[in-house]
């Protein structure tokens, strides 16, 4: 079955490859359609985000879609940079650096340790019109140096405490099996595997 995963960030895109193997179904990416969308993630949760994005690319194509929303939540900030974390930093065309960077302005003079979680929310839209949602949690730290080449976005100053480095210290396959989106995917993997089933009947 060909699953659409409504997102253009190659991180991201690398991340679902790993984590729908084994799974009976194609990953395609929006570049691969040949339609173009862009939708507003106008929701008040990441749920409601991913729900946008993922019927609205299911509509437009004719395939199950699956998207996501996530959210960096740092608790010296009061949960902040959270539904707006990939648009954070207050420059036009902001980076990921330009993103870390503001974070760790925003911190500077807070106590640390800056507790801070990754949190995801996955939507699955059927062709029916049926939604389904599985949600992945990953807590840590904030830390003011950056660490690692691997990952993006806060990847690199997002610590893992019980093992001693960030997430963008972590080989790849380790990140997916301890991130907030592999947690989330792998909670809706049996949602997609009775699609797929449903599919080939």
Request: charged residues 25%; aromatic residues 6%.
């Amino acid at each position: 079955m060909k699953l659409l995963i409504a997102t253009n960030n190659r991180g991201k895109q690398r991340e679902y490859r790993a984590l729908l193997a084994g799974l009976p179904v194609e990953p395609i990416f929006p570049q691969e359609t040949g339609v173009k969308l862009e939708v507003e993630e106008n929701g008040l949760t990441y749920a409601q985000n991913a729900a946008l994005k993922a019927q609205a690319w299911a509509k437009a194509t004719g395939l199950p879609t699956l998207a996501d929303d996530s959210g960096l939540e740092v608790e010296a900030l009061n949960g902040a940079p959270g539904l707006f974390s990939a648009r954070y930093a207050p420059i036009p065309n902001a980076t990921d650096a330009d993103r870390r960077r503001y974070l760790l302005s925003q911190l500077r003079g807070k106590p640390r340790p800056w507790k801070a979680r990754f949190v995801c929310t996955v939507a699955v839209a059927a062709p029916d019109g049926v939604l389904h949602f599985a949600e992945g949690v990953c807590p840590g730290e904030i830390i003011p140096e950056e660490r690692g080449a691997n990952g993006f976005g806060y990847d690199p100053i997002f610590y893992l405490p019980d093992l001693g480095l960030t997430m963008a210290e972590l080989p790849p396959e380790e990140k997916n099996r301890l991130s907030h989106r592999g947690r989330a995917v792998r909670a809706i993997r049996p949602i997609l595997q009775a699609l797929a089933e449903r599919h080939a009947s």
